[in-house]
């Protein structure tokens, strides 16, 4: 049983970390990082993050980069704020106009990666300061404000007081309690399925403590949400991008392919794997999930600013590596990479709390990311010298 419970120790290292540094973030802020108030502010403020983080998720897993979207982010807010503000039309024309950019944006990166085949990382560094000087251009190097309702209610919008209750909401327990249950019933459907095909598994003890331990954390973290100002629409949002994206990593013909052009790119071509077209759909893939961020990060601050998106692409590839995305492409989980998102929104915003020097923050998110990919090399020599 020990070694059973030290084997799912290692499987969900990156979960018991998440709590060690949440624990820690908590007693250094005497438990403001905690509060309600916050927990509702910080899912606000890193939401666009987690959204950017799935996208680059793939990328990463088929063994490529993507420089460029924060300049995506800053295009699609501007483009959208000029339809509305400006122009004066209907907030879901400028928020549709927003992804339609990070489409064309993708698909122009997708091009060049798939068709003419140059390196990722070339074409997306291109890209960056392409469409950082089309945001120039479209502002006229000005800022646009204010979007006004309902634009802003996209990310900075809740939904509170449906079912009623007093001190907290009662509808914003029962969403998570519902998305409790279906976590719970799609592990053991996972472990079934792995069992069946004798791969192996943790522990039973293992598997239940883990679901336990989830459960108590997601419930804990709605309770303080309904005491605040209830479920975030923009939270709603990003569970609906998270199943969708989970699914299709996990079941879907696009996700298989993904990961075998990562593992081994030789042989996912003798094997039929279609690289071509799956390369153009992955970059396209990433500008949209940016042009989504892009009319989050608008809604959130209510305007556009030729700035914005600033390093963006740092926080998500950041996400992706501490969430346990290998270096070399071919693994990593869309449930990793939103903790990994959460582990740099935690440390982030507690050390916002404490009042450190943001020259420190970088200090501390920089060698944090190093760790993490030192990390995940030294676990693969290790299990390149057992073989």
Excluded at 13 to 33: D, E, H, K, N
Excluded at 147 to 152: C, D, E, S, W
Excluded at 275 to 298: D, E, H, P, Y
Aim: with cysteine.
């Amino acid at each position: 049983m020990w070694q059973g419970l030290t084997g799912g120790l290692r499987q969900n290292g990156i979960y018991v970390a998440f709590v060690a540094i949440v624990a820690l973030a908590a007693i250094t802020t005497r438990g403001l990082l905690l509060s309600p108030d916050n927990l509702t502010n910080l899912v606000l403020q890193y939401s666009y993050i987690f959204i950017l983080a799935i996208g680059m998720l793939i990328v990463i897993i088929a063994g490529h980069i993507d420089l460029s979207v924060g300049s995506i982010v800053a295009l699609a807010g501007a483009v959208s704020a000029t339809l509305v503000i400006k122009e004066g039309m209907p907030w879901w024309v400028g928020a549709l106009a927003g992804v339609a950019v990070g489409f064309a944006a993708g698909a122009w990166h997708g091009f060049w990666v798939a068709v003419v085949r140059i390196p990722a990382w070339v074409t997306t560094l291109a890209g960056m300061l392409l469409f950082r000087g089309l945001t120039l251009l479209v502002l006229k190097n000005t800022s646009l404000s204010p979007f006004g309702a309902p634009y802003t209610g996209i990310a900075a919008g809740f939904q509170h007081g449906l079912l009623g209750g007093g001190d907290y909401d009662v509808f914003t327990l029962l969403v998570f309690a519902l998305a409790v249950v279906g976590f719970a019933a799609s592990q053991w459907r996972i472990r079934r399925g792995r069992l069946g095909y004798q791969q192996a598994v943790e522990a039973f003890p293992a598997f239940v403590l883990k679901i336990l331990a989830v459960s108590a954390v997601v419930m804990w973290f709605a309770y303080q949400l309904s005491r605040s100002r209830g479920l975030p629409n923009i939270l709603i949002i990003l569970a609906v991008v998270v199943l969708a994206y989970s699914a299709i990593m996990r079941g879907s013909v696009f996700g298989r392919g993904v990961y075998a052009i990562g593992g081994n790119l030789h042989a996912a071509q003798l094997s039929g794997v279609k690289v071509q077209k799956l390369n153009f759909w992955i970059m396209t893939n990433m500008g949209i999930l940016s042009g989504l961020a892009g009319v989050v990060f608008s809604s959130r601050t209510n305007g556009a600013q030729p700035g914005a998106g600033n390093a963006f692409e740092m926080d998500a590839i950041a996400a992706c590596f501490i969430g346990g995305a290998a270096a070399s492409g071919g693994a990593g989980t869309v449930s990793g990479v939103m903790v990994g998102g959460l582990i740099m929104a935690v440390l982030s915003n507690s050390m916002q709390l404490l009042g450190m020097d943001q020259s420190m923050q970088q200090v501390v998110k920089g060698a944090i990311l190093l760790a993490a990919v030192a990390f995940d090399i030294y676990n693969r020599r290790r299990a390149s010298t057992a073989g």
